[in-house]
Structure formats: C-alpha cells, structure tokens
C-alpha cells in the first residue's frame, strides 16, 4: 500500500485548519499512520525540498504558464534565479513557526492525496479542493510580495519522492501499525462473502 507525505504549512496551523484538512483525508478513506507538530530545524526543511534543475524547472515553468494565460509579461528570465529564490523562501517559511506533518496510507495514496489538494496556485484549485475551497493566494501577489504562495499545504509529488520525504520527518517506529476499518471494508477482498 502506497505511504504519502502532507505538512500542514504555517498558514494551515495558524488558521486553525488542521481538524479541517485532516478531514478531508479521513473521510476519503486514508489511513493515518503517523501524526506530529514540529517546530521544525534548518536542516530539516533544507533537505525537504531538494534544490534540483527539474524541480526549479517545473516552478517556473508552472508560474510562468499563469502569466501566459494572463497575458502578463512573466517579470523573471531565469529558472534557476527564480526556483532557488522560491526554495529560499520556502525553507523560511516552513521553519518561522510550527507546521504539522504526516503520513497517509491507502490505494495509490499518493496521486488521491494531490487530487484532493489541488493545484499549486489556490486561486486556481479547482472548488473542492483542500487549497481551492481554503485559500486563494496568487502567483501575482506573492511574487510581488517576494514570497512563497500561501498554499497551506504540501503533499509528496510521486512515490518515490514521498519514499525521501518521509523519513525526513519520521523514524521508523514513529510509523504506525494498526487495524482500521477499511483494512476490512475497503481492501479485503473476502470482507463481503457471506
Ligand atoms: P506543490 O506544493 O503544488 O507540489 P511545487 O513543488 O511546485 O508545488 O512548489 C513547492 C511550493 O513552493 C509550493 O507549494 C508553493 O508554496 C511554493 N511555490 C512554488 N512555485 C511558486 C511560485 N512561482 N511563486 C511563489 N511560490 C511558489
């Protein structure tokens, strides 16, 4: 069974969206196997969020096809000027306060979780989804602003980057095991033979 990485990000906290967004996990049927608030180190963040040319690639290229869209002139040349500058920001914003991190297991966790979250920019999630229905920030105003999109939320992109992040936040036995009921309901294939 798939295992997916979610840190709730400071804004989440201090809006006092955690019940909310937990929700919305639980009620898909995700099974939460660890759980923690963490004030969190430099180094932990730093290592979070790798610094790679595809990664800053795809920033840039994201934001830039907004502005596209918008037909604003995109004010940045440079994707790796830009992506590090973003990485910059993030690594401050996630360690300025607490954040609440954990994982989610279940059938292709980590797919349904990026359902479920949304698109990056939340004024462009689509309704009913964690960051479109709770929060609205733009590329244009937090790139005036010089700072991360609020966004609430993180959520590992594919398998094997939740298969790096996770540890990162987590020790072995800080995952648990135990019996929830879709266990039976969802995945057990003899749960419904008389
Ligand atoms: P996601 O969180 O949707 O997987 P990315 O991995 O592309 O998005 O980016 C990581 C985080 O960096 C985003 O959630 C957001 O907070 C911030 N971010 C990404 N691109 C931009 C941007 N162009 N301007 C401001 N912040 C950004």
């Not at 963490?38 to 907004?66: C, F, G, P, S």
């Not at 462009?124 to 929060?135: K, Q, V």
């Not at 993180?154 to 648990?176: C, N, R």
Request: aromatic share 8%; no cysteine; glycine share 6%.
């Amino acid at each position: 069974m798939e295992q997916t990485l979610i840190l709730i990000k400071p804004d989440g906290v201090q809006r006092g969206l955690i019940g909310e967004i937990l929700s919305r996990f639980e009620t898909v049927g995700l099974k939460l196997i660890a759980l923690k608030m963490v004030h969190a180190a430099h180094e932990d963040v730093d290592q979070h969020y790798a610094l790679t040319e595809e990664w800053m690639q795809a920033v840039y290229t994201k934001a830039k096809t907004k502005y596209d869209a918008l037909g604003q002139p995109f004010p940045y040349a440079d994707h790796i000027a830009y992506g590090t500058e973003i990485k910059n920001g993030l690594v401050e914003f996630l360690k300025s306060a607490p954040i609440v991190a954990m994982v989610l297991e279940g059938e292709q966790a980590v797919s349904l979780v990026r359902k479920l979250v949304g698109a990056t920019e939340p004024a462009s999630s689509a309704p009913g989804t964690i960051r479109g229905d709770l929060s609205h920030d733009t590329y244009a105003l937090s790139n005036s602003q010089n700072r991360p999109l609020r966004n609430l939320i993180h959520a590992s992109g594919t398998v094997a980057e939740a298969k790096q992040e996770i540890p990162v936040w987590f020790t072995d036995t800080e995952l648990y095991k135990y019996e929830h009921v879709n266990d039976r309901v969802q995945y057990d294939p003899e749960w419904f033979l008389s």
